[in-house]
C-alpha cells in the first residue's frame, strides 16, 4: 500500500521521543560553540600558513620570474652559508650608478656534501635583471669569490643606499632547490652604499689582515681632492683578490699606488694597465712601491733608472723653466725632524715637472689615453696644514634644508693639510675627470648599420602596382557597367585590392628573408704597447628575420649589454662561470636588427707590435700580427698623417713623400664604398680631442675584417664587419753614418722662451695657432725623436699655410747664441716652403731639439703709409687679422756615432 508524503512526515514527527524543555538552550550553545571553534581553528590555521611561509610568500613571486618555466622547490635549512659583502676590512665598498662593480661573495659550507650552487642578486625592485655566478663549494670549505655586475643608473636609484637580495640555488641533484641559510630565510638581503658623486679615487695599498693605509699617503689624496673641489673622500681596494677586469675598475677616475702588491696578482696588474691605457689617471708613489712595478705596469714602454734612496732632512723643490715663469721657480727649504725618503731615479720618456737637488721628484707622461704621475719625494714634503679659515657668517634668509645641505658640504671638504704650490700644479693633471671614449657605441651603430640591409620595394614598382591597380579597378567598372551588373562593382574592387596586397605582402616577406641571418662588428682595437694586451670596444650588430633563442655567451671575457626594455615579466640572468665567461640566461635574440655594445680585452701569446727605422726615403719596418689581411694602412701621429704600403708578409714602407693632407685619411685617389666608409670612421676618430692628444707615439692604423670579437651568437650567423687595429711603432736607431729624412708627422715642436730675453708673445699655444692683427714672433723647439739621436741636421723643410693680410713673415734662427734671419717673404698668401742648411742654425742640443721663430705681421703705419702722415689710423679703419693656419717641418740628417762609445 503507498502512503502519501504528508502522511508519512506526520507518522515520523508522532514517532519522535519528546525533548525536554531545559535541552533546546543547551543544543543551542553547543552548536553556537562548535561552530566558533571551527572558525578559530581555520583562522589560525590560515594565518600559521602564512606565517610559516612567509618568507616562501615573498621569495616565490620572485622565483616565478626568476625561474620561470622550470621546476624550483625550497629545502628545510641547509648547511650553507651566504654573505654578499658590503664593506672591506678599511671602509665600505664603493659602487656608481650606471658603472659596473663587482659583487664580493662569501660562502661557508658546513655540511659533509659537494654543492653545486648558483648565486643569483637583483636589486629591490628589479626582480627581472638578474646577475647570477655558479660555483663547486667542497664539503666543510668556505670560498670568496666575485663577479661582474651592472649597477642601476641613479634615475633607478633613489636613494644613496639600494637593496640587494640574493637567493643560493642547488643544482647537486640535478633540479634547482632553493637553499635556506642557518636562520631559515630564503632571501639574503644586503644594503649596499651607492656613490653618486663625481670623481672617484681608489687607494691600493696592501692585502693583509693587518695592512693599512699610510696615513701620510691618505692625507696627501684627501688634500688633492678638496683642493680641486670634489670632497675628501676615497675609495679603498685591500680584498684579497683585486678585480681582474678593467671593466670592474671603470667607475675610477684616479688610482693612487701605493706599495707593490700588484706584482703578485697578475691578473689585477693587468687589469691596471688596460684601466690605464683607456683612460685612467694613475698616480705612482715610488717612494713606496719601488721601480719593479712601473716595469710591471709599462712594460717595455718603461725606461728608466733606480740609482739609490736617500733621506732627506731639508727639502727644497725646484720648477724647470716654463713659459709665463722664465725663471725657475724654487720653493723655500722645509725641514723635517724625521728625514722624507727620496728616490732619485731617471727615465728618458717621462717629462719631469719637479727637481730636488737636480733629480727628478715628479714626472709624468701619456699612456694610451690615460695619464700618469709618478712622485718619488715621500707624501709628507708635499703637503703642509691646513691654515685656520675664518668663520663665515651665514645668509639670513638661509633654510634649514640649506643649511644642512652647506653644512655637509662645508664637512667634505675638510682637510687638515693642503697641497704645496708645487702639488697644486699636479693636482690637476691627475684628479682631472676621464675623458669621454674617442668612439662611443651609439657614433658606430651607423657604420654597423651598413653592413645589414634588404631589399625595399623600389618607388617605381610601388607607383607602378598602384596605377596598374586603378587601370584594372576602371576596366572592371567599364565592363560591368557594359553588362548592367554594376551591383557587383563592390566585391569586385575588395577582392582586387587583396589580390594587390597580398602581392606587396609576398614582396616584402620575400626581401625581408632574402637576407641571410647576419653579425656585423665596428670595433675599435688597440694593442697596448710594451705588452701581449690588446683592449677593443664597438659595437655587435645581429639580423635575424625571425629571432633566436641562441644563447649569448663568451669564453674571452668582456662585457656586452644587450637591450632588456619591453621584456617584463621574464628574467633575464648573466650567469658568470668562470674568470671572464658568461652566458645570458633567459634573453631571446629579437627578430630584425639588434645592437649590442661590447667592449673586450685579452692577451695575445704573440705580441702585435711595428718595429721601423728610417732611411733616406723615410720608415720602413715590419708589423707582427695575427690578423691575416689588414688594408688601407697609415702611420698616425699628433702630427699628422702618413701612407704606408704594407705587404703580405708584414713589411711596410711610410714614405715622407706619401706625407697626407689634413683632411686625408686614406692613402687613395679613388675610394670604393669599404673605404669609403673607413675614411667617415676615421675622421670621426680624429674628431676626438682625447684620441688625438694620445699620439704622442706614432701607432700604426690597420683595417682587418677577421677580428675574433669573442661573443658567440649562434652558429647560424654570416660574419661581417671592420675593425680599427691601432699598433705602437717602436722606432730603432739606423747604423751611424746613414742619411736618413724625419718626416712631419715624427716632428713635434713647443713653445720655447726666446733666445735673446724678449718677452715671450708667441702666437703657437701648444694646440693651435692663433689670430692675430698686431706683429707677433713666435719661437719654437723643433722635437726630433730621442731613439734617432745622436745625429747631424743638414737641412730643414718648413711649410707655412697662412691666411688674412699678414704683411709679411719671417723665418729666425738661432747661431752660437745670434738671432738670425733665415728668409723673409712679404706679403705671403696660402702655402710657403721655407728651407734652412746654415749647419750653425741646424744645431740639435743633446734633448734632441731644434730652435726656429716665426715673425709675422707688420706695424700698422708700414701696412697703411698713407695712415701714417697723420700719425695714427682713423676709428673706422678696419683692423686686418692674419693667422698661421698649419705648419709642418721636414728634417734631412746623418746619424752619427754616441759620444759613449766614441770614448769606447
Known amino acids: 500500500m503507498q502512503t502519501r508524503p504528508a502522511e508519512n512526515a506526520r507518522l515520523a514527527e508522532e514517532s519522535r521521543p519528546p525533548v525536554l524543555p531545559s535541552e533546546v538552550p543547551i543544543l543551542s550553545i553547543m552548536r553556537e560553540i562548535t561552530a566558533s571553534y571551527l572558525k578559530v581553528i581555520t583562522v589560525a590555521w590560515i594565518m600559521t600558513f602564512i606565517l610559516s611561509s612567509a618568507a616562501e610568500a615573498q621569495v616565490l613571486p620572485t622565483v616565478n620570474t626568476v625561474f620561470a618555466q622550470q621546476e624550483t622547490t625550497a629545502s628545510e635549512n641547509s648547511d650553507i652559508q651566504l654573505n654578499l659583502e658590503a664593506n672591506s676590512r678599511l671602509g665600505g665598498l664603493t659602487y656608481v650608478p650606471g658603472h659596473w662593480g663587482e659583487f664580493q661573495l662569501r660562502l661557508d659550507n658546513g655540511g659533509n656534501e659537494t654543492r653545486e650552487l648558483l648565486c643569483t642578486s637583483y636589486f629591490d625592485g628589479l626582480p627581472g635583471l638578474q646577475y647570477g655566478r655558479k660555483l663547486w663549494l ?148 715610488v717612494d713606496r712601491t719601488g721601480p719593479t712595478l712601473l716595469e710591471q705596469v709599462l712594460g717595455d714602454e718603461f725606461r728608466g733608472t733606480v740609482i739609490d734612496r736617500v733621506g732627506l732632512s731639508s727639502v727644497q723643490i725646484e720648477t724647470p723653466q716654463v713659459i709665463g715663469n722664465p725663471e725657475e721657480v724654487v720653493s723655500e727649504p722645509v725641514e723635517f725632524d724625521t728625514p722624507v725618503e727620496f728616490v732619485r731615479m731617471v727615465s728618458s720618456d717621462f717629462t719631469v715637472r719637479n727637481t730636488v737637488n737636480g733629480w727628478p721628484a715628479s714626472l709624468t707622461r701619456s699612456y694610451g689615453t690615460g695619464r700618469i704621475l709618478i712622485t718619488t719625494l715621500g707624501p709628507r714634503a708635499w703637503m703642509k696644514p691646513t691654515p685656520p679659515v675664518p668663520a663665515k657668517d651665514p645668509p639670513n634668509d638661509e633654510t634649514p634644508e640649506e643649511k644642512q645641505a652647506r653644512e655637509a658640504r662645508e664637512l667634505e671638504l675638510r682637510s687638515e693639510f693642503t697641497p704645496v704650490s708645487q702639488m697644486e700644479d699636479l693636482a690637476p693633471y691627475i684628479f682631472a675627470r676621464r675623458d669621454p671614449e674617442p668612439l662611443p657605441p651609439e657614433s658606430l651603430e651607423p657604420f654597423a648599420q651598413e653592413f645589414i640591409s634588404y631589399e625595399v620595394p623600389t618607388g617605381t614598382l610601388i607607383i607602378g602596382s598602384m596605377a596598374g591597380f586603378l587601370v584594372l579597378l576602371a576596366v572592371i567598372g567599364t565592363l560591368l557597367a557594359r553588362w548592367g551588373k554594376l551591383e557587383h562593382f563592390g566585391w569586385c574592387g575588395s577582392l582586387l585590392a587583396a589580390v594587390f596586397g597580398a602581392l606587396f605582402l609576398g614582396i616584402g616577406i620575400s626581401n625581408r628573408h632574402s637576407t641571410v641571418e647576419t653579425i656585423a662588428s665596428i670595433q675599435l682595437a688597440e694593442a697596448i704597447g710594451g705588452s701581449d694586451d690588446v683592449l677593443s670596444h664597438g659595437v655587435l650588430g645581429v639580423y635575424r628575420p625571425e629571432g633566436s633563442g641562441s644563447v649569448i655567451a663568451t669564453s674571452h671575457g668582456g662585457v656586452l649589454w644587450p637591450d632588456v626594455s619591453g621584456t617584463d615579466g621574464t628574467t633575464r640572468r648573466m650567469v658568470t662561470t668562470d674568470l671572464g665567461t658568461f652566458h645570458w640566461a633567459g634573453l631571446t635574440q629579437p627578430a630584425g636588427l639588434a645592437m649590442y655594445p661590447v667592449a673586450t680585452s685579452g692577451t695575445f701569446p704573440n705580441r702585435m707590435e711595428a718595429q721601423g727605422t728610417l732611411d733616406a726615403q723615410g720608415i720602413t719596418g715590419r708589423y707582427i700580427g695575427q690578423a691575416a689581411e689588414a688594408a688601407d694602412a697609415v702611420l698616425a701621429t699628433h702630427q699628422g698623417r702618413i701612407g704606408v704600403q704594407l705587404e703580405p708578409d708584414g713589411r711596410f714602407t711610410a714614405l715622407a713623400a706619401d706625407v697626407m693632407q689634413p683632411d686625408q685619411y686614406l692613402d687613395s685617389t679613388f675610394l670604393t664604398d669599404v673605404q669609403n666608409r673607413r675614411q667617415r670612421m676615421l675622421e670621426a676618430l680624429f674628431a676626438s680631442e682625447t684620441w688625438t692628444h694620445s699620439l704622442d707615439q706614432p701607432q700604426l692604423l690597420l683595417w682587418v675584417n677577421d677580428w675574433n670579437y669573442g661573443f658567440n651568437f649562434g652558429d647560424d650567423l654570416q660574419r661581417q664587419g671592420d675593425t680599427l687595429l691601432t699598433v705602437p711603432l717602436q722606432l730603432t736607431r739606423p747604423p751611424a753614418n746613414t742619411e736618413i729624412l724625419v718626416p712631419s708627422p715624427l716632428l713635434s715642436y713647443s713653445t720655447c722662451l726666446p733666445p735673446d730675453g724678449s718677452s715671450p708673445s708667441g702666437f703657437w699655444d701648444g694646440r693651435e695657432w692663433q689670430e692675430r692683427s698686431s706683429p707677433s714672433t713666435t719661437w719654437l723647439n723643433v722635437h726630433i725623436p730621442k731613439s734617432l739621436l745622436p745625429l747631424q741636421a743638414s737641412k730643414l723643410q718648413i711649410e707655412v699655410m697662412v691666411s688674412g693680410l699678414m704683411g709679411q713673415i719671417e723665418i729666425l734662427g738661432v747661431n752660437e747664441g745670434r738671432v738670425i734671419s733665415v728668409e723673409k717673404v712679404t706679403d705671403p698668401v696660402g702655402k710657403l716652403l721655407f728651407e734652412i742648411v746654415d749647419p750653425g742654425v741646424l744645431t740639435v742640443s743633446d734633448d734632441g731639439e731644434l730652435t726656429i721663430g716665426l715673425s709675422a705681421g707688420v706695424q700698422a703705419d708700414d701696412a697703411n703709409p698713407s695712415a701714417g702722415a697723420t700719425g695714427n689710423l682713423n676709428s673706422s679703419t678696419p683692423v686686418d687679422y692674419w693667422r698661421v693656419q698649419s705648419m709642418a717641418v721636414q728634417l734631412w740628417a746623418v746619424t752619427i756615432e754616441s759620444a759613449e762609445r766614441t770614448n769606447e
Not at 675598475?249 to 700588484?262: A, K, P, W
Open 138 to 285: 667542497p664539503a666543510k670549505s668556505q670560498l670568496s669569490l666575485s663577479h661582474p655586475v651592472l649597477i642601476p643608473s641613479a634615475d633607478q636609484i633613489s636613494e644613496s643606499n639600494v637593496l640587494v637580495r640574493s637567493l643560493l640555488v642547488d643544482e647537486s641533484q640535478g633540479q634547482e632547490v632553493l637553499l635556506k641559510n642557518r636562520s631559515g630565510q630564503l632571501q639574503h638581503d644586503r644594503t649596499l652604499r651607492i656613490d653618486s658623486t663625481e670623481r672617484h679615487t681608489g687607494i691600493i695599498a696592501g692585502w693583509g689582515a693587518n695592512d693599512v693605509v699610510p696615513q701620510d699617503v691618505l692625507d696627501l689624496v684627501v688634500a688633492n681632492r678638496v683642493y680641486q673641489g670634489i670632497n675628501n673622500r676615497v675609495t679603498y681596494l685591500p680584498g684579497e683578490f683585486l678585480p681582474a677586469d678593467e671593466t670592474s675598475l671603470n667607475y675610477l677616475d684616479h688610482l693612487v699606488l701605493v706599495d707593490d702588491r700588484l706584482i703578485h696578482d697578475q691578473a689585477a696588474l693587468a687589469a691596471v694597465r688596460r684601466w690605464l691605457y683607456a683612460g685612467g689617471r694613475l698616480w705612482i708613489l
